[in-house]
């Protein structure tokens, strides 16, 4: 995971020993705290995950889960493992490494830790289809994930072409994406307000981003456009690390700006917009989950795979938390919601204190 | 990374030209007192029922009549008066917001004002039982009084004070914040979530004259703090330390502005909702005909909001016959593609 960011500041050509060794040093120790937070990281995972499977109403051992997972046939567990946890743990997962990795993927092209695509509109674009055609037309399932990923999709299309003017420059995309954001939202609140109470309360569930509807035949399309879009994203991200050194450099770097952000904006939302059909916009993942990679990592390499892992944990985190922790039943978007606000205050006071930006 | 300031580029016109300039402020301001009395005739003619002129004219002068139409306009003179208060409010607020903050982007419901006022309006429903719009005003207000200072406090934390950048940021986190504890409340409580819906979308038309009489002094106080920071807002533009240099007690002139913010939209969002673009929209639209310079902006943006509010009430009014399409809705249809145009004009540069 080398990456262009490190090449100016690599010791080729130093005409002293010291110097070179210091910075050849200084890489080392970066390359191992990346390593330790990665695994770190990894390991949380797992453990979250396992204790996903074995706890709720009934709590299963280990032993159990991985005879479940193994297929053997243990009455209760294989049901309630089975069909219930394990489905909705790996759409937990999948979701959050979409929209952990497709935040980054905003925040770091547009140089802009607001312009993650729940701000820009991107997934208020899946949404508003997705309650349209609720309310009006009834549809759920295949056909509403179906719905919600060709709008997000065409909504990103329309900002980016809306913002296109000899160029596609971050600050416009950024405005032109609050201001379609914020005629989405209207649509969705007239929607709302022309909805049944039922609807209304599936639909409010629905925007806020939640697992409850999490069954395998959600997982089999997640997984398969996961697959594809992440190690395509993972492709682009070198073209990612030229962008940041800003369009020119890139440029120079054999990176070809307008194609090269407008192939990384298609992977990033295609990848927004299939978890926001699985599972709706679960709040402030897309947003934290860079920031939060960005301050374990500190600031060297790509942060693609590191919020990639911070955004899984987040929602399966908060959807444990919101399942068993909060006394009545919360979807995850609320949770991560309210937990995420407050820790990114705490970031922005620390940000402020250090000098810094984000 | 940085959101450079829109008002900051105070093209000062060569001695000779400041006549003509002065003259184009003045022609505009004209036509934008006759937008604004368009929109009120708009506002009374049109609506649901469809009225001759005669009635409109007898509606509004003979207050007692049995007649139907005559009543009909009778009914929008109130949601008339209530759209020209909110909508000079939201105006000027959005144009001090943007002025104090040097971001293009301020708007009372990117800087959690609204999202404040809704948060508490719905504890208010679900923890203390309210339900008369007379009780929910005041809660409102509290709500976006704590928001905005919430907003500011974080934002103008650290080195700088409060950047701009940092500010948008604090604004956004809050509101997320905000809007997540809503929809806890909210999902817990059907019949609150039923209230609700109907208060979150901006609307005209629920107001009586005593409950714009509740609001009317905060609106008032507020406009007039506005009008007295305009000269402070001219220095901001120019940078905080030139603005310092030239005599300008910055954290003064904030504390004023902000303070103005928190009565218009407190009070606006308190008996109309939340009203989207209103702010952020009218005030570049002035700022094209009036230059940088903040007496002019502000009776500029009042008089524009009031006329773009009366404009998409109607609208909601007439497209949707018999029902009514909320205004809050139409504004955010017809301020974001303006808005947009405003982006694709200018240089990126100037955003």
Same mark, same amino acid.
């Given at each position: 995971?080398?990456?262009?960011?490190?090449?100016?500041?690599?010791?080729?050509?130093?005409?002293?020993?010291?110097?070179?060794?210091?910075?050849?040093?200084?890489?080392?120790?970066?390359?191992?705290?990346?390593? %330790?937070?990665?695994?770190?990281?990894?390991?949380?995972?797992?453990?979250?995950?396992?204790?996903?499977?074995?706890?709720?109403?009934?709590?299963?051992?280990?032993?159990?889960?991985?005879?479940?997972?193994?297929?053997?046939?243990?009455?209760?567990?294989?049901?309630?493992?089975?069909?219930?946890?394990?489905?909705?743990?790996?759409?937990?997962?999948?979701?959050?490494?979409?929209?952990?990795? #497709?935040?980054?993927?905003?925040?770091?092209?547009?140089?802009?830790?607001?312009?993650?695509?729940?701000?820009?509109?991107?997934?208020?674009?899946?949404?508003?289809?997705?309650?349209?055609?609720?309310?009006?037309?009834?549809?759920?399932?295949?056909?509403?994930? #179906?719905?919600?990923?060709?709008?997000?999709?065409?909504?990103?299309?329309?900002?980016?072409?809306?913002?296109?003017?000899?160029?596609?420059?971050? %600050?416009?995309?950024?405005?032109?994406?609050?201001?379609? #954001?914020?005629?989405?939202?209207?649509?969705?609140?007239?929607?709302?307000?022309?909805?049944?109470?039922?609807?209304?309360?599936?639909?409010?569930?629905?925007?806020?981003?939640?697992?409850?509807?999490?069954?395998?035949?959600?997982?089999?399309?997640?997984?398969?456009?996961?697959?594809?879009?992440?190690?395509?994203?993972?492709?682009?991200?070198?073209?990612?690390?030229?962008?940041?050194?800003?369009?020119?450099?890139?440029?120079?770097?054999?990176?070809?700006?307008?194609? %090269?952000?407008?192939?990384?904006?298609?992977? %990033?939302?295609?990848?927004?917009?299939?978890?926001?059909?699985?599972?709706?916009?679960?709040?402030?993942?897309?947003?934290?989950?860079?920031?939060?990679?960005?301050?374990?990592?500190?600031?060297?390499?790509?942060?693609?795979?590191?919020?990639?892992?911070?955004?899984?944990?987040?929602?399966?985190?908060?959807?444990?938390?919101?399942?068993?922790?909060?006394?009545?039943?919360?979807?995850?978007?609320?949770?991560?919601?309210?937990? #995420?606000?407050?820790?990114?205050?705490?970031?922005?006071?620390?940000?402020?204190?250090?000098?810094?930006?984000? | 990374?940085?959101?450079?300031?829109?008002?900051?580029?105070?093209? @000062? &016109?060569? &001695?000779?030209?400041?006549?003509?300039?002065? @003259?184009?402020?003045?022609?505009?301001?004209? +036509?934008?007192?006759?937008?604004?009395?368009?929109?009120?005739?708009?506002?009374?003619?049109?609506?649901?029922?469809?009225?001759?002129?005669?009635?409109?004219?007898?509606?509004?002068?003979?207050?007692?009549?049995?007649?139907?139409?005559?009543?009909?306009?009778?009914?929008?003179?109130?949601?008339?008066?209530?759209? +020209?208060?909110?909508?000079?409010?939201?105006?000027?607020?959005?144009?001090?917001?943007?002025?104090?903050?040097?971001? &293009?982007?301020?708007?009372?419901?990117?800087?959690?004002?609204?999202?404040?006022?809704?948060?508490?309006?719905? =504890?208010?429903?679900?923890?203390?039982?309210?339900?008369?719009?007379?009780?929910?005003?005041?809660?409102?207000?509290?709500?976006?009084?704590?928001?905005?200072?919430?907003?500011?406090?974080?934002?103008?934390?650290? @080195?700088?004070?409060?950047?701009?950048?940092?500010?948008?940021?604090?604004?956004?986190?809050?509101?997320?914040?905000?809007?997540?504890?809503?929809?806890?409340?909210?999902?817990?409580?059907?019949?609150?979530?039923?209230?609700?819906?109907?208060?979150?979308?901006?609307?005209?038309?629920?107001?009586?004259?005593?409950?714009?009489?509740?609001?009317?002094?905060?609106?008032?106080?507020?406009?007039?703090?506005?009008?007295?920071?305009? @000269?402070?807002?001219?220095?901001?533009?120019?940078?905080?330390?030139?603005?310092?240099?030239?005599?300008?007690? =910055?954290?003064?002139?904030?504390?004023?502005?902000?303070?103005?913010?928190?009565? +218009?939209?407190?009070?606006?969002?308190?008996?109309?909702?939340?009203?989207?673009?209103?702010?952020?929209?009218?005030?570049?639209?002035?700022?094209?005909?009036?230059?940088?310079?903040?007496?002019?902006?502000?009776?500029?943006?009042?008089?524009?909001?009031?006329?773009?509010?009366?404009?998409?009430?109607?609208?909601?009014?007439?497209?949707?016959?018999?029902?009514?399409?909320?205004?809050?809705?139409?504004?955010?249809?017809?301020?974001?593609?303006?808005?947009?145009?405003?982006?694709?004009?200018?240089?990126?540069?100037?955003?």
């Amino acid at each position: 995971m080398t990456t262009v960011l490190d090449r100016p500041s690599s010791p080729g050509g130093a005409p002293e020993e010291a110097p070179g060794a210091l910075v050849a040093a200084g890489r080392r120790t970066r390359t191992r705290r990346r390593r %330790a937070v990665l695994t770190a990281l990894a390991v949380l995972l797992l453990a979250v995950v396992v204790v996903t499977l074995c706890v709720g109403e009934r709590t299963y051992s280990p032993l159990v889960v991985l005879r479940v997972l193994l297929g053997e046939q243990v009455p209760g567990a294989s049901f309630t493992i089975g069909t219930l946890r394990t489905p909705r743990m790996l759409t937990g997962l999948l979701v959050g490494i979409g929209f952990g990795m #497709g935040g980054v993927v905003f925040q770091t092209m547009l140089r802009n830790p607001l312009a993650s695509p729940d701000i820009i509109g991107i997934s208020a674009g899946s949404s508003a289809a997705a309650v349209v055609a609720i309310t009006t037309f009834g549809l759920s399932g295949a056909a509403l994930s #179906g719905v919600a990923v060709v709008a997000g999709v065409a909504v990103a299309g329309a900002i980016y072409a809306l913002s296109w003017r000899r160029g596609v420059q971050g %600050a416009r995309l950024i405005l032109v994406g609050i201001a379609v #954001g914020a005629m989405l939202d209207s649509v969705i609140s007239y929607a709302m307000t022309r909805a049944g109470v039922y609807d209304a309360n599936e639909a409010l569930r629905w925007l806020t981003g939640s697992l409850n509807s999490a069954f395998w035949p959600v997982v089999g399309p997640l997984a398969l456009a996961t697959a594809v879009l992440v190690p395509a994203l993972l492709v682009l991200s070198r073209h990612l690390a030229a962008l940041q050194l800003g369009d020119d450099t890139a440029a120079a770097l054999g990176v070809r700006p307008d194609r %090269a952000r407008l192939s990384l904006l298609l992977v %990033a939302v295609a990848l927004v917009a299939v978890a926001t059909a699985a599972a709706g916009p679960i709040a402030f993942v897309a947003f934290l989950s860079g920031p939060i990679a960005h301050r374990l990592i500190r600031g060297t390499g790509s942060l693609l795979v590191p919020a990639a892992l911070v955004g899984a944990l987040l929602v399966l985190v908060g959807d444990f938390a919101g399942q068993h922790l909060l006394g009545s039943r919360f979807p995850v978007g609320v949770v991560t919601g309210v937990l #995420g606000a407050p820790y990114l205050l705490w970031l922005l006071a620390r940000t402020n204190r250090s000098g810094g930006s984000l | 990374m940085t959101l450079a300031p829109s008002a900051a580029t105070p093209t @000062r &016109p060569a &001695p000779g030209r400041v006549g003509s300039l002065h @003259r184009r402020r003045v022609t505009g301001l004209v +036509l934008c007192v006759l937008a604004v009395a368009v929109a009120v005739v708009c506002s009374l003619a049109f609506g649901s029922r469809v009225v001759g002129w005669s009635d409109v004219v007898a509606g509004v002068l003979h207050p007692d009549t049995d007649d139907i139409a005559q009543a009909a306009v009778q009914s929008r003179v109130p949601r008339t008066v209530l759209g +020209l208060l909110v909508g000079a409010a939201l105006g000027l607020a959005g144009a001090v917001m943007q002025g104090l903050t040097r971001n &293009p982007l301020a708007d009372p419901g990117l800087l959690g004002v609204s999202s404040g006022a809704s948060l508490f309006v719905v =504890l208010g429903i679900a923890w203390f039982g309210m339900s008369q719009l007379t009780q929910y005003i005041w809660v409102a207000f509290l709500g976006a009084a704590l928001a905005s200072l919430l907003v500011y406090a974080i934002g103008s934390m650290g @080195r700088e004070g409060a950047t701009p950048l940092k500010l948008a940021l604090a604004g956004a986190a809050t509101s997320a914040a905000l809007v997540s504890m809503v929809s806890m409340v909210l999902l817990t409580r059907t019949d609150v979530l039923d209230t609700f819906r109907f208060w979150q979308v901006g609307s005209l038309g629920r107001a009586s004259f005593a409950e714009i009489g509740q609001v009317v002094p905060f609106l008032v106080v507020g406009a007039v703090l506005a009008v007295g920071c305009a @000269r402070g807002m001219d220095a901001i533009a120019l940078g905080d330390e030139v603005a310092t240099g030239l005599g300008q007690r =910055l954290g003064l002139v904030r504390a004023v502005g902000a303070t103005s913010t928190v009565l +218009l939209c407190g009070a606006a969002v308190a008996i109309a909702g939340p009203i989207g673009f209103v702010g952020l929209v009218m005030p570049h639209l002035a700022r094209r005909y009036t230059g940088p310079s903040h007496r002019w902006l502000l009776p500029y943006s009042a008089a524009l909001g009031a006329a773009l509010l009366l404009v998409a009430d109607v609208v909601g009014r007439v497209v949707a016959r018999p029902q009514e399409i909320e205004v809050g809705i139409v504004t955010a249809l017809l301020g974001a593609p303006v808005f947009i145009a405003i982006i694709r004009r200018q240089k990126v540069r100037d955003l």
